[in-house]
């Protein structure tokens, strides 16, 4: 089953503006991950955000992570066209090997 | 390589055939996974394979699935008898440990069972 929910299912802004997604997960987590996926292909890695850490950057990208509410948020600044991708977290469970994936943002920039 | 290869691309077969694909792994990431996406979904745990331990095929669907990885590299995901159903995207994808590293996806191959 699922762990993580992502809200919302789609999101759709202009070019220039920010775009938020958040993901919500169960369990207790290691890490929590974000991806990128264009056009139903393979997924790219994003950020990494450990349990212990509360926000991470990485150029326009910005997590946060809140461990008491178990949840997640990715802020993308500035949005580009090319951002256009369905973005997905997944959470690693301790002392386990796989990624739990969420259904995925679908992300739409309009120019 | 410089990534995870992934073969073929697209695969259009009929219903009732057998379809082998294949993956390549980033040389040197001893994890492999294989998913399945079906259009508009997330990703579907099939199989993982780690160094020489024995695979963990809990998330294979049925016992039509299988999956080998030779060598501890090339690994082959094997559907015999397709079923519509068994239309999706399939991912592989590779890290370098067997904790829950960062994992490095190849294109995938688009399945379509006719």
């Known amino acids: 089953s699922q762990q993580g929910e992502e809200d919302p299912q789609a999101l759709s802004i202009q070019e220039g503006e920010n775009a938020t997604m958040n993901c919500s997960y169960k369990t207790s987590i290691n890490n929590l991950q974000w991806y990128r996926q264009n056009s139903g292909r393979g997924l790219v890695h994003l950020i990494l955000i450990r349990s212990n850490e509360r926000e991470k950057h990485s150029g326009r990208l910005r997590v946060t992570l809140d461990t008491s509410k178990k949840s997640s948020s990715l802020l993308i600044t500035a949005s580009r066209a090319a951002d256009t991708a369905s973005y997905f977290c997944?959470?690693?469970?301790?002392?386990?090997?796989?990624?739990?994936w969420g259904a995925g943002t679908k992300l739409i920039i309009k120019p | 390589g410089a990534g995870v290869s992934q073969s073929p691309s697209n695969k259009v077969t009929e219903k009732g055939k057998d379809v082998e694909l294949r993956c390549d792994p980033i040389?040197?990431?001893?994890?492999l996974y294989w998913y399945r996406q079906s259009l508009g979904q997330g990703l579907e745990f099939l199989i993982y394979f780690q160094g020489n331990s024995a695979p963990d095929k809990s998330g294979l669907p049925s016992d039509r699935f299988s999956a080998e990885r030779t060598g501890g590299s090339v690994s082959t995901l094997t559907i015999q008898r397709t079923q519509q159903e068994d239309s999706a995207v399939y991912l592989c994808?590779?890290?370098?440990?067997?904790?829950?590293?960062?994992?490095?996806f190849g294109a995938g191959t688009r399945l379509s069972v006719l």
């Open positions: 994808a590779s890290s370098l440990a067997r904790s829950a590293n960062i994992q490095y």
């Open positions: 040389s040197g990431h001893t994890a």
């Open positions: 997944a959470t690693a469970l301790p002392s386990n090997y796989q990624l739990i």
